[in-house]
């Protein structure tokens, strides 16, 4: 959060805190940047007139560093050249202070959420383009295979359809957690349709016997389902915690 009002500041960044976020506060649009440059963060909340936010300088910069990251402005002079202009800039909240402390958190949570789960998204399109490439690998080694059945070839495909289908899981299992979080989430997307989703992957290549050899297709089973036992171990220390 950048503000130049140390009280507000202060008072905004506990409010933060108290809701379960990791609140990081500066007190312009220099210092804003320069954590940035280091630090990870999901949303960032700016004061209009501050030192380094003049003209939303602030906000240009950081669509033009950090594409996509949300910011929700705050100001004590509200007016409708300031409102178009930060809708011009592509800010996700234009909010007038004092604020109330619900409408706050209602755009931080909602914004937070978007943006997280557009992260995971992308890195899932990222993994499938790894994936496409592996298998493309594999295909040529077929096809420069005189027996395509050969068991290094399958076992390389079961290695990287394992490997990519770990990654899958767990982008799945980010997103239902953001989901749970965020307003109107998907609060009953629970661990258990995550692990129902792996064993129903299981049951699909059960059913390509034919294709793979059984001692091959009986370790992917168990490696798969290692992946839902850990996750059924995760679960119960959450709920015990």
């Given at each position: 959060?950048?503000?130049?009002?140390?009280?507000?500041?202060?008072?905004?960044?506990?409010?933060?805190?108290?809701?379960?976020?990791?609140?990081?506060?500066?007190?312009?649009?220099?210092?804003?940047?320069?954590?940035?440059?280091?630090?990870?963060?999901?949303?960032?909340?700016?004061?209009?007139?501050?030192?380094?936010?003049?003209?939303?300088?602030?906000?240009?910069?950081?669509?033009?560093?950090?594409?996509?990251?949300?910011?929700?402005?705050?100001?004590?002079?509200?007016?409708?050249?300031?409102?178009?202009?930060?809708?011009?800039?592509?800010?996700?909240?234009?909010?007038?202070?004092?604020?109330?402390?619900?409408?706050?958190?209602?755009?931080?949570?909602?914004?937070?959420?978007?943006?997280?789960?557009?992260?995971?998204?992308?890195?899932?399109?990222?993994?499938?383009?790894?994936?496409?490439?592996?298998?493309?690998?594999?295909?040529?080694?077929?096809?420069?295979?005189?027996?395509?059945?050969?068991?290094?070839?399958?076992?390389?495909?079961?290695?990287?359809?394992?490997?990519?289908?770990?990654?899958?899981?767990?982008?799945?299992?980010?997103?239902?957690?953001?989901?749970?979080?965020?307003?109107?989430?998907?609060?009953?997307?629970?661990?258990?349709e995550l692990e129902q989703a792996v064993r129903e992957?299981?049951?699909?290549?059960?059913?390509?016997?034919?294709?793979?050899?059984?001692?091959?297709?009986?370790?992917?089973?168990?490696?798969?389902?290692?992946?839902?036992?850990?996750?059924?171990?995760?679960?119960?220390?959450?709920?015990?915690?």
């Amino acid at each position: 959060m950048a503000d130049d009002e140390e009280v507000f500041r202060l008072s905004t960044a506990a409010l933060l805190r108290s809701a379960g976020f990791e609140a990081v506060v500066v007190a312009d649009g220099a210092a804003a940047l320069a954590r940035l440059a280091t630090e990870h963060v999901s949303l960032v909340i700016s004061d209009i007139n501050m030192p380094g936010n003049e003209d939303l300088e602030l906000v240009r910069e950081l669509h033009t560093r950090h594409p996509g990251l949300p910011v929700i402005l705050l100001t004590g002079f509200a007016s409708a050249e300031s409102a178009i202009q930060s809708v011009n800039a592509g800010v996700a909240a234009y909010l007038r202070k004092p604020v109330r402390a619900d409408q706050l958190l209602d755009a931080v949570q909602r914004n937070i959420g978007l943006y997280e789960t557009r992260r995971v998204v992308a890195r899932s399109l990222e993994h499938l383009r790894s994936w496409t490439t592996d298998l493309a690998r594999v295909d040529e080694q077929i096809r420069q295979a005189h027996d395509a059945s050969q068991s290094g070839i399958v076992a390389n495909y079961l290695e990287v359809s394992l490997g990519r289908l770990a990654m899958a899981f767990a982008d799945v299992r980010e997103v239902a957690e953001v989901l749970a979080r965020s307003p109107g989430g998907a609060a009953g997307m629970r661990t258990h349709e995550l692990e129902q989703a792996v064993r129903e992957a299981v049951t699909v290549l059960e059913r390509t016997k034919r294709d793979f050899k059984s001692k091959e297709l009986s370790d992917l089973r168990r490696r798969l389902e290692s992946l839902v036992d850990a996750e059924d171990g995760e679960e119960s220390d959450r709920r015990t915690a």
